[in-house]
T-cell receptor
Framework: QKEVEQNSGPLSVPEGAIASLNCTYS??????FFWYRQYSGKSPELIMS????GDKEDGRFTAQLNKASQYVSLLIRDSQPSDSATYLC?????????????FGQGTELSVKP | DTGVSQNPRHKITKRGQNVTFRCDPI?????LYWYRQTLGQGPEFLTY????????KSRLLSDRFSAERPKGSFSTLEIQRTEQGDSAMYLC????????????FGPGTRLTVL
């Protein structure tokens, strides 16, 4: 079992819709969870971080964390074509808050005008 | 606010040659990380430093790879005797110790080994 799993997609949504991206992780010792956006040929850009169970909202983005289910998600409201990118879920190394991040393979999102 | 910078942005080399990449972190960040990313995959951890101390190395980091961070500022990643399988994007990230490990990435160095 991979440590961090994401559906590779592509996930296609129409402009203005809600895009829902999901991620599961295998180790309960992880405490910090991150979503990165990566445009083709570019480096990952941090867009959300979440540390506690529940929802965290920032503009059109909402991150959701459920530690009991070992599940983290990202919702993008009012999706725009400029949101088309690969979204990477990352989880900190278990029991090492300052250590490496473990990434999923990413979900490719396509927002159609 | 100056972000993480990496040089060179692109490197093409022949198999068997040595290459060195440089990373300059965000100035107040004391942690620096190296990752490698291949097409269709998420970044894979290579090594990280807290100040000048190298705290962890991945088993992916063979003895052909070495990283340094003298004086706890910039870092270099050297690959000796490059192989075609080393072709990838090499990413550097930095973070502050008191910021819950939020890591910010540089633009990356794309290595092509012919």
């Amino acid at each position: 079992q991979k440590e961090v799993e994401q559906n590779s997609g592509p996930l296609s949504v129409p402009e203005g819709a809600i895009a829902s991206l999901n991620c599961t992780y295998s180790d309960r010792g992880s405490q910090s969870f991150f979503w990165y956006r990566q445009y083709s040929g570019k480096s990952p850009e941090l867009i959300m971080s979440i540390y506690s169970n529940g929802d965290k909202e920032d503009g059109r983005f909402t991150a959701q964390l459920n530690k009991a289910s070992q599940y983290v998600s990202l919702l993008i409201r009012d999706s725009q074509p400029s949101d088309s990118a690969t979204y990477l879920c990352a989880v900190n190394e278990p029991y090492n808050q300052g250590g490496k991040l473990i990434f999923g393979q990413g979900t490719e999102l396509s927002v159609k005008p | 606010d100056t972000g993480v910078s990496q040089n060179p942005r692109h490197k093409i080399t022949k198999r068997g040659q040595n290459v060195t990449f440089r990373c300059d972190p965000i100035s107040e960040h004391n942690r620096l990380y190296w990752y490698r990313q291949t097409l269709g995959q998420g970044p894979e951890f290579l090594t990280y430093f807290q100040n000048e101390a190298q705290l962890e190395k991945s088993r992916l980091l063979s003895d052909r790879f070495s990283a340094e961070r003298p004086k706890g500022s910039f870092s270099t990643l050297e690959i000796q005797r490059t192989e075609q399988g080393d072709s990838a994007m090499y990413l550097c990230a930095s973070s502050r110790r008191d910021r819950n490990n939020e890591q910010f990435f540089g633009p990356g160095t794309r290595l092509t080994v012919l």
